[in-house]
């Protein structure tokens, strides 16, 4: 079993609906949690992240976490064309450098 | 300022030939990262620097894997005999000491026929 599970799609959603991706982990001392954005040939870049239980807001996006379930989302709201990547998640041990990542979802929003 | 850069962005290989993929961190970061990633996969943890400190180097698959870094700056990773397996995106990131965040690079995209 992965210590990150991540649904790996596609998914297919038109522009302007409400998106979730989601990630479930087995290792209840991950403190850090992440969600990077890739655009096809791109390096990963970090879109937000979490330290510990609750939710973090920015612009359309928000990313929740809930270690009781070991389970982490981000909502894209009023999805735009430009938000198709592929959405991975990344989860930290606290004093760790090295991410653990999901497998990634890859997300196409149709105009 | 500039970003992680990484070269090349692509190589072609044939089987058992030893490569070099280098990677010029952000000036002044002195964690430094590689990742690999394969076809329709997440990325896996390959080796880490920090400063002067020893690396940590459990993610390496294999002996025929290996790393360097020039003080705080330059990283080469090097991957002897390879093998059709080893065909991925090799990814390197760079932070700032303690940071959380990890600024990657676009990758060398290797192929090893």
């Known amino acids: 079993q992965k210590e990150v599970e991540q649904d790996p799609g596609p998914l297919s959603v038109p522009e302007g609906a409400i998106v979730s991706l989601n990630c479930t982990y087995s290792n209840s001392a991950f403190q850090y949690f992440m969600w990077y954005r890739q655009y096809s040939r791109k390096g990963p870049e970090l879109l937000m992240y979490t330290y510990s239980s609750g939710n973090k807001e920015d612009g359309r996006f928000t990313a929740q976490v809930d270690k009781s379930s070991k389970y982490i989302s981000l909502f894209i709201r009023d999805s735009q064309p430009s938000d198709s990547a592929t959405y991975l998640c990344?989860?930290?041990?606290?004093?760790?450098?090295?991410?653990?990542f999901g497998q990634g979802t890859r997300l196409t929003i149709n105009p | 300022g500039a970003g992680v850069s990484q070269s090349p962005s692509n190589k072609v290989t044939e089987k058992g030939k030893d490569v070099e993929l280098r990677c010029d961190p952000i000036?002044?970061?002195?964690?430094l990262y590689w990742y690999r990633q394969r076809l329709g996969q997440g990325l896996e943890f390959l080796i880490y620097?920090?400063?002067?400190?020893?690396?940590?180097k459990s993610g390496l698959p294999s002996d025929r894997f290996s790393a360097e870094r020039t003080g705080e700056s330059v990283s080469t990773l090097t991957i002897q005999r390879t093998q059709q397996e080893d065909s991925a995106v090799y990814l390197c990131?760079?932070?700032?000491?303690?940071?959380?965040?990890?600024?990657f690079g676009p990758g060398t995209r290797l192929t090893v026929l």
């Open positions: 990344a989860m930290l041990l606290q004093g760790a450098q090295k991410l653990v």
């Open positions: 620097f920090q400063g002067n400190s020893a690396p940590d």
């Open positions: 000036s002044g970061h002195t964690a």
């Open positions: 990131a760079s932070s700032p000491r303690r940071a959380v965040e990890q600024f």
